[in-house]
């Protein structure tokens, strides 16, 4: 029979493996430098989410009048986190992404009347294995609180989307971290060809209103704001 400690013990050897290989970066990114660990280290990361400027608008000079029904996330759709590491004060943008993302949006017209959408906050990865560990199982405590999720509050009147242009508009809702719902309003970019609606946002967020504690290792912390953000195809359901 196994014992109920077991998992537990596995959990905090794994999370001690991964403060060790977060110290082994952090000696090396010390000894070559910030520049090493930004460009080496860290690499280039994924550009913002933003909506495709063609492939997903209608045949030239069509306007899509009326997105009438309900609409779910289909494939191709992401969500994730983009925060900056500091080392000897140099910026390092990281982002961790996920494509576990599901959810719903009901339209009347093109007046967005509800939409919500939930992320596995379990599944989202950066480059560096140990990091998301550390994240995973210290800042959003995953086992505790597995999901994000997202809610519009108020209904919004978009004008558009039409063909070669894009909706730019603002979303009122709710945004739950960590078991901690917050007020947020979120900039919303949509464009739709009228079989699939493109979607691109990022919430500025604090992490301490969601009970997150930005991780410091001395070496390397990271900034006490970052962003959620997100790319989500609707497809009719």
Do not use: C, K
């Not at 960590?178 to 609606?197: K, L, N, W």
């Amino acid at each position: 029979m196994t014992s109920p400690s077991r998992p537990r013990r596995r959990r905090v050897i794994a999370l001690l493996v991964a403060l060790a290989l977060l110290v082994v970066v952090g000696a090396v990114a010390l000894i070559w430098g910030p520049a090493f660990y930004r460009d080496v280290i860290v690499g280039e990361q994924p550009a913002a989410p933003s909506v495709p400027s063609d492939g997903a608008t209608p045949s030239a000079g069509a306007a899509v009048s009326d997105l009438t029904g309900t609409w779910a996330v289909a494939d191709g759709s992401f969500a994730g986190y983009r925060v900056d590491e500091v080392l000897a004060g140099e910026d390092v943008t990281v982002v961790g992404r996920t494509e576990e993302v599901s959810g719903t949006a009901v339209i009347d017209g093109l007046a967005l009347q509800q939409a919500e959408f939930t992320v596995d906050v379990a599944s989202i990865a950066t480059d560096a294995a140990e990091r998301d560990a550390y994240f995973r199982d210290q800042a959003l405590s995953t086992d505790e609180y597995p999901e994000a999720s997202f809610r519009l509050t108020q209904p919004v009147a978009v004008t558009g989307p039409v063909a070669g242009g894009t909706a730019a508009f603002d979303a009122a809702g709710e945004l739950t971290l960590r078991g901690v719902t917050q007020a947020v309003t979120v900039p919303i970019e949509a464009v739709s060809d009228g079989e699939r609606i493109h979607v691109a946002g990022s919430i500025p967020i604090t992490f301490a209103d969601y009970g997150v504690t930005a991780p410091n290792l001395g070496f390397v912390s990271v900034e006490p704001e970052g962003f959620v953000e997100f790319q989500l195809v609707f497809e009719r359901s």
